[in-house]
């Protein structure tokens, strides 16, 4: 049984094949090397998944059971697995993930069938493997969402005698950094993934949709599921049939409903890029292939460190490197602010926001990173301004205050427009713009809104977007 993002121990197509396999069973996780030195990935991803396999590995001991952690590839590994032991059979999920996981997985089909191993993949969620368009696919969403859950009858797993195993060969040595604890993120594991359910569901859903789009009360308003759900934690199956058994006693339905219809989105976005796998580097519709060809280091420095002198982009990308989270609004306009505003490629500042992200889910992220930077061709042209944005959402500036230190001292009516303040309210501030804050990376907001929309919608009208809009259309959207 090899272990991927699917860190849980219930709601498991293939732990419970292994079960009832009759077979002796070896439970696997592997840090690979090549995926935790990749840029989509940081120290934060990996001590989530450390915690969630700690938990994981004491609830199996109990059983008298052992899952085995390494640091190896998995191509090695297996090989020299199987020279010492012989596999049968490999159990896991698909994953849906980024190219070098989907060419992992090409390299390790080959190596199995070499070998003579069967690979037994289960879905994940409700994304389809090989599907060519979407007809039907929100009724098979609801059929598998509503399905039994797949229980593993742990009390049948036979796990192999490790003393026959020569598992000396093989690193066992863990980053020290993935045992730390480090309270400013969302810790990993089921326990913490149920907590976080029930408290959503019974109580701070009460503010859900008041709070969606602020980024201060979206922190506790927000289900905060979504590392639980990327890593396996929880399946979405587990987290429908809850709401199903609970459903009497949910204080709040409007919230909850709101909610249930972004777990259908999860998977949406997730079937798109298992379906079209190259727009993690290239633009979904092609005809958007000749915008934003030249490049800005400075600029992209600056996005990326929180350093544009527009407050509200600042407060966010502060707080999403300290935090990991960062709700759907602000995330959307970050990425707004980098393509349109400063009008730089979607491609490079994805792996950072990426990294950043404690819930890096691939197939959300690309397809959410070009719906924001217009380059789907079916989605309307959505320009945040970061300056609206801000009066909107943390009205009081009390976001910003928190994650910019050096705008706390501006007063409220100008926090949002700090350059504003004339040089005696920035002596009186104790922020000089220019030196403790820096002045606005590019000095018109509107001159640059006004390009990136000209530009977009000219490109909207071409005869080349429409072509590749009829492609789209029928491969990730369903006929009416
Ligand atoms: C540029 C950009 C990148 C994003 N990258 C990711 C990512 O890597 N991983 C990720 O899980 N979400 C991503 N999102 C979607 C969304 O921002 C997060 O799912 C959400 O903020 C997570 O917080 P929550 O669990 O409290 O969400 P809730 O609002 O409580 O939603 C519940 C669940 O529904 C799903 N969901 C919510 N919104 C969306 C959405 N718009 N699209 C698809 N599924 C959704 C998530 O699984 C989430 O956990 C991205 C959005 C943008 C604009």
């Not at 079960?19 to 840090?31: D, M, N, R, V």
């Not at 969402?145 to 005698?161: F, G, H, I, N, T």
């Not at 804050?437 to 907001?445: A, G, V």
Request: aromatic letters at 12%; proline letters at 5%.
């Amino acid at each position: 049984m090899w272990f991927k993002r699917d860190l849980r121990l219930q709601d498991h197509k293939p732990l419970k094949l292994a079960c009832e396999s009759e077979l002796p069973a070896f439970l696997i996780y592997l840090f690979e090397p090549s995926l935790v030195a990749d840029p989509h990935y940081g120290t934060r991803h990996w001590r989530f998944v450390m915690q969630s396999l700690l938990e994981m590995k004491d609830a199996l001991e109990k059983q008298g059971h052992h899952l085995f952690i390494c640091f190896e590839e998995a191509e090695p590994f297996f090989r020299k697995l199987h020279e010492s032991f012989e596999i049968v059979t490999v159990f896991s999920h698909e994953e849906t993930g980024i190219d070098l996981t989907f060419k992992r997985d090409i390299t390790m089909k080959k190596v199995f069938k070499e070998l003579g191993i069967s690979w037994v993949e289960s879905p994940t969620n409700a994304v389809q493997r090989g599907l060519m368009h979407r007809n039907g696919w929100r009724k098979t969403w609801n059929s598998i969402m509503y399905a039994p859950l797949e229980q593993p009858d742990l009390s049948r797993l036979k796990c192999v005698d490790l003393s026959d195993v020569s598992l000396s060969q093989f690193n066992q040595k863990i980053p020290e950094e993935f045992t730390n604890e480090d309270s400013r993120f969302q810790p990993g594991g089921i326990s913490h993934a149920h907590a976080a359910l029930e408290s959503f569901v019974y109580r701070r859903c009460a503010d859900y949709n008041a709070s969606i789009s602020a980024p201060g009360p979206a922190r506790t308003g927000c289900s905060r599921l979504s590392p639980y759900i990327t890593w396996g934690n929880l399946s979405i199956r587990q987290i429908i049939h809850f709401l199903k058994a609970n459903r009497e006693h949910i204080p709040h339905k409007r919230g909850v409903n709101s909610f249930k219809s972004r777990l259908g989105w999860h998977c949406h976005f997730v079937q798109k890029f298992e379906s079209e796998p190259r727009i993690e580097f290239e633009n979904l519709n092609r005809g958007y292939d000749d915008i934003r060809t030249e490049w800005n280091e400075h600029y992209f420095e600056a996005w990326k460190t929180g350093n544009t002198g527009f407050p509200m982009v600042d407060a966010c990308m502060r707080s999403v490197v300290e935090t990991g989270y960062l709700n759907f609004r602000m995330r959307a306009m970050l990425v707004s602010f980098l393509t349109h505003h400063l009008w730089l490629h979607w491609a490079k500042g994805s792996p950072h926001l990426a990294k950043q992200f404690l819930d890096f889910e691939p197939g959300i992220h690309y397809s959410q990173f070009q719906m924001q930077a217009g380059t789907m061709g079916v989605n309307t042209v959505r320009i945040y301004n970061p300056i609206k944005q801000g009066y909107d959402h943390d009205p009081d500036g009390a976001f910003i205050r928190e994650w910019v230190p050096e705008l706390r001292g501006v007063p409220q009516e100008l926090v949002h427009e700090p350059w504003k303040m004339s040089s005696m309210e920035q002596q009186m501030a104790d922020c000089v713009i220019g030196k403790d804050y820096p002045s606005p990376i590019i000095p018109d907001i509107k001159a640059s809104y006004k390009r990136a929309s000209n530009i977009l919608w000219s490109k909207k009208g071409s005869s080349e977007v429409k072509q590749e809009n009829k492609r789209i259309l029928k491969k990730h959207v369903k006929k009416r």
